[in-house]
């Protein structure tokens, strides 16, 4: 005879009975995301999750237009990449639910991408349940409860983010939530991981609310007047000022800003060596592109600005004048999840980018002292050094952009094309690698935030990211933005395309996808010809090394079959035959079909 433990919970009668449990946990969890303005929920549920399901399918019911919309992805990599591209495109942080302790890892790339990337995400994953005789609602029921206990789960992620912290009872979830929210949308931003059993997230309470006024993020500072004045003083009185910026644009203020004090100091110069985000624009002749820390202008400048910034510079590969002055202003000046880091700054300034910029460039128009020089023959001379420069760039930037005599083409002409058919406002998702600087090069954004780059080296966020992003367009607008992915065809099969094309046409997401097809991985070769450029290896094949994918699988294909045949795919190497379908391509994808354009590269 089977006897019921005396501690069991009579709740769980209660449910087995269809009895319904009005308000727990999980539902002020919730409750609390949609109150702190998250409006998605990006899940891959589990054994842990009969709660949050429970609370999901009521609020989905009860609360029409005041619950966070759920989106189901089959793979975590997607889950948060699509929470990572709508965070960062609408400044908004997302949600991301994920199954105990496989869930968190099979996130874990796309955690260190958007811990680089300094997206706002927050993730929630579930605990085995830690009682097992039915002590309470949520007790363990399953084999695997016992296999997915692990000692320490949040030690999976917890190094890529800002703030961890598990949810011991319910009575405090939306305080939970909320301070992981403040520390995610505090500079530096970044994702932040939550994790309860099911025993807590099934405990039932009271409902109750918090007053959102008193929890806002952390406002970062200004720069000190001393700080101004000096750094002013120094761009204002250099010969070649240079900045050195590689994720300042995450804040669509600052280009603008920028481009005020560019305008103000001629002869300044801005250097891109993150691809982060459009930090400058491409129409102005202080523009000196995206550079990955290795540029002349670099080893030239006289004065450089550091302006949040990763890695301004690689030092085996080209370092500062050694007489030149240098000051650092970052949002993360130190850097605090980087075991090694240092520049020889003069200052190093822990402010926000654009309000700094604006500081200095309203301390130089405001100083009569300066009026003298920056009317200056020399001045003058900077100027019209620059625009030529600028011209010569933008030259050097065409002639590569051009068919073979035998109709095939590479990177510049595909992407120049690209930017001629697509519409002027397109969001541009780049995940090209070593193709990544002569995107930037082609494409040549003007507008804040139509270039979005991964900012770290997670392989496959851009599927996932492009979703999102296009995602937070179709919310935000009824004129949804073009959003079109350059991917490359290792970081293709990285994204777990069978997933991305099955949410997109779920979801009806439509997104241009362009696979730059060169038949491999070349990083790992260029990695190698940096550290061996004459070993054996640097005379080998792709083929010899392991990196080369041929036969090429058919990448439109696999989309198409993971959209069920609801996409538009095509495969060209013929330069003629691209220029001709493009507007074909740009039709299907406007009118809300996903489309993808496996492009066969002169160079594979």
Same mark, same amino acid.
């Given at each position: 005879m089977c006897i019921d433990p005396p501690n069991r919970d009579p709740s769980i009668n209660n449910r087995q009975a269809g009895l319904c449990v009005s308000y727990t946990a999980s539902y002020a969890f919730y409750e609390a995301l949609w109150e702190a303005g998250i409006t998605h929920c990006f899940v891959n549920l589990g054994s842990d999750h009969p709660s949050i399901i429970e609370a999901m399918v009521k609020g989905q019911s009860e609360k029409k237009g005041e619950f966070p919309e759920i989106i189901t992805c089959p793979n975590e990599m997607v889950a948060m990449s699509m929470a990572d591209g709508y965070a960062r495109v609408?400044?908004?942080?997302?949600?991301?639910?994920?199954?105990?302790?496989?869930?968190?890892?099979?996130?874990?790339?796309?955690?260190?991408?958007?811990?680089?990337?300094?997206?706002?995400?927050? $993730?929630?994953?579930?605990?085995?349940?830690?009682?097992?005789?039915?002590?309470?609602?949520?007790?363990?029921?399953?084999?695997?409860?016992?296999?997915?206990?692990?000692?320490?789960?949040?030690?999976?992620?917890?190094?890529?983010?800002?703030? *961890?912290?598990?949810?011991?009872?319910?009575?405090?979830?939306?305080?939970?939530?909320?301070?992981?929210?403040?520390?995610?949308?505090?500079?530096?931003? &970044?994702?932040?991981?939550?994790? &309860?059993?099911?025993?807590?997230?099934?405990?039932?309470?009271?409902?109750?609310?918090?007053?959102?006024?008193?929890?806002?993020p952390v406002v970062s500072g200004a720069l000190p007047i001393s700080a101004v004045k000096m750094i002013a003083e120094a761009l204002v009185n250099a010969k070649e000022p240079l900045i050195v910026t590689g994720y300042s644009g995450r804040d669509q203020s600052c280009p603008c800003e920028l481009v005020k004090l560019a305008d103000t100091i001629s002869g300044?110069?801005?250097?891109?060596?993150?691809?982060?985000?459009?930090?400058?624009?491409?129409?102005?002749?202080?523009?000196?592109?995206?550079?990955?820390?290795?540029?002349?202008?670099?080893? *030239?400048?006289?004065?450089?600005?550091?302006?949040?910034?990763?890695?301004?510079?690689?030092?085996?590969?080209?370092?500062?004048?050694?007489?030149? #002055?240098?000051?650092?202003?970052?949002?993360?000046?130190?850097?605090?999840?980087?075991p090694v880091f240092y520049i020889n700054a003069l200052a190093r300034y822990k402010a926000d980018a654009a309000a700094s910029i604006n500081q200095i460039t309203s301390y130089i128009k405001s100083e009569s002292s300066f009026t003298t020089t920056l009317s200056s023959s020399a001045y003058s001379e900077r100027r019209q050094a620059r625009d030529n420069s600028y011209k010569a760039l933008l030259t050097s930037i065409s002639d590569v952009a051009k068919p073979t005599d035998n109709d095939t083409y590479d990177t510049p002409f595909l992407v120049a094309q690209l930017r001629q058919h697509l519409p002027k406002?397109?969001?541009?998702?780049?995940?090209?690698?070593?193709?990544?600087?002569?995107?930037?090069?082609?494409?040549?954004?003007?507008?804040?935030?139509?270039?979005?780059?991964?900012?770290?080296?997670?392989?496959?966020?851009?599927?996932?990211?492009?979703? /999102?992003?296009?995602?937070?367009?179709?919310?935000?607008?009824?004129?949804?933005?073009?959003?079109?992915?350059?991917?490359?065809? /290792?970081?293709?099969?990285?994204? $777990?395309?069978?997933?991305?094309?099955?949410?997109?046409?779920?979801?009806?997401?439509? $997104?241009?996808?362009?696979?730059?097809?060169? #038949?491999?991985?070349?990083?790992?070769?260029?990695?190698?010809?940096?550290?061996?450029?004459?070993g054996m290896a640097s005379k080998a094949s792709r083929k010899d090394m392991n990196l080369d994918f041929d036969p090429s699988p058919d990448y439109g294909g696999i989309a198409k079959a993971a959209a069920g045949g609801e996409l538009w795919a095509v495969r060209t190497g013929s330069a003629k035959e691209l220029t001709e379908m493009l507007p074909e391509v740009v039709k299907k994808v406007e009118s809300g079909m996903p489309a993808v354009l496996d492009a066969l590269l002169n160079s594979a």
């Open positions: 609408t400044g908004k942080p997302q949600c991301v639910i994920v199954h105990v302790d496989v869930g968190t890892q099979g996130l874990g790339a796309a955690m260190h991408n958007a811990s680089c990337g300094r997206a706002p995400v927050l $993730v929630f994953a579930g605990l085995s349940p830690f009682t097992i005789e039915g002590e309470m609602r949520g007790s363990r029921t399953e084999f695997i409860h016992w296999i997915q206990d692990v000692p320490d789960q949040k030690q999976i992620v917890a190094q890529y983010c800002r703030y *961890t912290g598990e949810i011991k009872s319910g009575k405090n979830v939306k305080q939970m939530v909320n301070r992981a929210l403040s520390f995610a949308m505090s500079d530096p931003k &970044g994702p932040v991981y939550l994790y &309860g059993a099911r025993e807590p997230m099934e405990e039932d309470i009271k409902p109750y609310k918090l007053d959102q006024r008193y929890w806002t300044l110069r801005v250097l891109d060596t993150g691809g982060c985000d459009m930090c400058f624009p491409a129409d102005h002749p202080g523009w000196l592109s995206t550079r990955f820390s290795v540029d002349k202008s670099i080893t *030239t400048a006289d004065v450089i600005l550091v302006l949040d910034c990763d890695v301004p510079w690689i030092n085996t590969q080209n370092i500062p004048n050694s007489d030149a #002055k240098i000051y650092h202003i970052d949002v993360d000046p130190l850097k605090q999840q980087q406002d397109t969001i541009w998702v780049i995940e090209a690698v070593t193709q990544t600087l002569v995107c930037a090069d082609q494409l040549q954004c003007t507008l804040p935030g139509t270039w979005l780059n991964c900012g770290g080296g997670g392989l496959g966020w851009s599927g996932g990211a492009a979703l /999102g992003i296009k995602l937070a367009s179709m919310k935000a607008s009824e004129r949804p933005r073009f959003v079109c992915q350059i991917v490359g065809d /290792g970081s293709y099969l990285f994204s $777990v395309p069978g997933s991305v094309y099955w949410i997109a046409r779920r979801y009806k997401i439509p $997104v241009l996808t362009v696979v730059l097809n060169n #038949k491999g991985w070349h990083a790992p070769r260029r990695s190698l010809l940096l550290v061996h450029p004459e």
